[in-house]
């Protein structure tokens, strides 16, 4: 049974950061490009980072230079390191396999207030 577990959101002030785990099960991790997807209020779903089994990451132009996204092979967990958070980037984050079927999380919600 695939499981996805996002921790790490929360409230912080514009210009902090987080860091939000994602830790699978039920999957053979290494094999598999991971995601993250935040939703803000009355908003689709976008992609946020995504890094493939190799290690090659991309990540939607409002989020390059502040998030970073990595893995951990070791803990079946992929990784999300949110700088210079802003105001607009409050939404749940989701983390996201695809294997056959898409496969998301229950979300993490971040809130960027002062």
């Known amino acids: 049974q695939v499981q996805l577990v996002e921790s790490g959101g929360g409230l912080v002030q514009p210009g902090g950061s987080l860091r939000l785990s994602c830790a699978t099960s039920g999957i053979l991790f290494s094999i598999y490009n991971m995601a993250w997807y935040r939703q803000a209020p009355e908003k689709q779903r976008e992609l946020v980072a995504i890094?493939?089994?190799?290690?090659?990451?991309n990540y939607a132009s409002s989020v390059k230079g502040r998030f970073t996204i990595s893995r951990d092979s070791a803990k079946n967990t992929v990784y999300l390191q949110m700088n210079s958070l802003k105001p607009e980037d409050t939404a749940v984050y989701y983390c996201h396999l695809r294997r056959g079927q898409d496969y998301w999380g229950k979300g993490t919600l971040v809130t960027v207030s002062s």
């Open positions: 890094i493939s089994s190799g290690g090659t990451t």
